[in-house]
């Protein structure tokens, strides 16, 4: 089974695109979609669901062409939650199920069932959604996405009003039963640690573009764009710099690199962004003196003597050096991978 996106734009009322030409296949099983807020996650989501009328662009089920139709193939859980707030659990569980003629005794076994996995229990099903807590408003929600044996089942962020500890509690749950759902499963976030755990072919968005997609391992060991590795890379350290034609010069150092059949050769005289991990950060010839911070392999911040003025350090080496095997150079406008050592 395979949900394909083809070049697929959106704007709101002719204003400027809130999604970029997005071209990306769900295939069976946990698909991820990582972004910050604004990054266009709630966009394409509702696009694919048909919610979203004003695109270009076309949308296909197995071949089936599925674009702007609001599909009963497709279960969407909205990051609002979409209660009926003064109404009770009961109500709210059972509603789409009446909507859908399913028989009650059918209804009955069904809600039981998923209200016994997302361990919520019978006790709460008279009380009204908005005097439940918010962990168990959000596994209600969760619900509703499963029980329908959708083909695609959407859950667009459905955790973001959590607090962490009612996070980490509810998305075990919740990734258990993705995991072992049949079909396509669309679970969209903006939290790092969720994509980290669930391990599986992950999109990732920002500003209404495609920067990159994989599984998250990737994202550390081989990024493609800046924004990943910002998302996914502790402490990643960032410089500016200006490409010379044998490299670039940091902290009044000269750096050579071999720049012959990559991209940063067409960058040179051009500022460009440094990326580095702190495992790069090692004891050489940089004098500690001229650098103004650096995160290190421990999670230590350097934050040293510039000029005359003491600021406090918390290292006590004397001197760095930069591992240009472990370097990243990024254009600073399309923010793209333009050299990498491997």
Known sequence: MKLEIKDFSLNYFGHQDSLHSIDYTFNDGVNVVFGVNGSGKTSLLKGIAGVNYVHTGS???N?????LDKNSKISFVFDDLGFFERRTLRYNLYYPLKLRKVPKDMADSMVNEWMQKFELSEYILDTPIFRLSADDRAKAALIRGFYRN??????DNPLSRLNPTQRRYVFN????????AKGIVIYATDSVEEVTLLNSQTLVLSYGYKVENGIPDSFISSPKCLSTSEYFIPYLNKRIVTIKENGFELFGENYELDLNNTQAQTFIGKEVVLAFKPTAVVEGKLNAEKIISLNTIN???YLLKVGNEEIY?????ANVDIDLKQILLFDITSEKLIYSKK
Not at 63 to 67: G, K, P
């Open 59 to 61: 949308f296909t089920l």
């Open 63 to 67: 071949d089936e062409d599925i674009t």
């Open 150 to 155: 959708s083909q695609v089942i959407i859950f």
């Open 173 to 180: 749950l919740l990734a258990k039963h993705m995991l072992t």
């Open 299 to 301: 999670g230590e911040v």
């Open 313 to 317: 350090s918390a290292s006590n080496l």
